[in-house]
Nanobody, 122 residues
Framework: QRQLVESGGGLVQPGGSLRLSCAAS????????TGWYRQAPGKQRELIATISNSGVTHYKDSVVNDRFTITRDNAKNTVYLQMNSLTPEDTAVYYC???????????????WGQGTQVTVSS
């Protein structure tokens, strides 16, 4: 049974950094696209970064692209999101999910993990 577990969130001051992990079991992340999503309070979940099976990365916009980096460790079957220069606007629950490129781009999943909370506050 496939399972994705997000971790690495926490409370960080503005300007700080965090590295989120998306550890997979029951599914090989290297053969699918994987996306990191976030859902801020009162807002819809949004896709912020993707990595394809071939390692090509895309980001929500330049604001994210300049500060966030998505990577994958095939040996550990884990996808990471390195987040730098965090601002209070980055406060959200962060989720990952994996599937076809279309599924990841649309967030078309029936099952989600519990996510990891990121809070940026002084």
């Amino acid at each position: 049974q496939r399972q994705l577990v997000e971790s690495g969130g926490g409370l960080v001051q503005p300007g700080g950094s965090l590295r989120l992990s998306c550890a997979a079991s029951g599914v090989d992340l290297s053969i699918y696209s994987t996306g990191w999503y976030r859902q801020a309070p009162g807002k819809q979940r949004e896709l912020i970064a993707t990595i394809s099976n071939s390692g090509v990365t895309h980001y929500k916009d330049s604001v994210v692209n300049d500060r966030f980096t998505i990577t994958r460790d095939n040996a550990k079957n884990t996808v990471y999101l390195q987040m730098n220069s965090l601002t209070p606007e980055d406060t959200a629950v962060y989720y990952c999910n994996t599937g076809s490129a279309i599924m990841v781009s649309l967030g078309d999943f029936t099952s989600w993990g519990q996510g990891t909370q990121v809070t940026v506050s002084s």
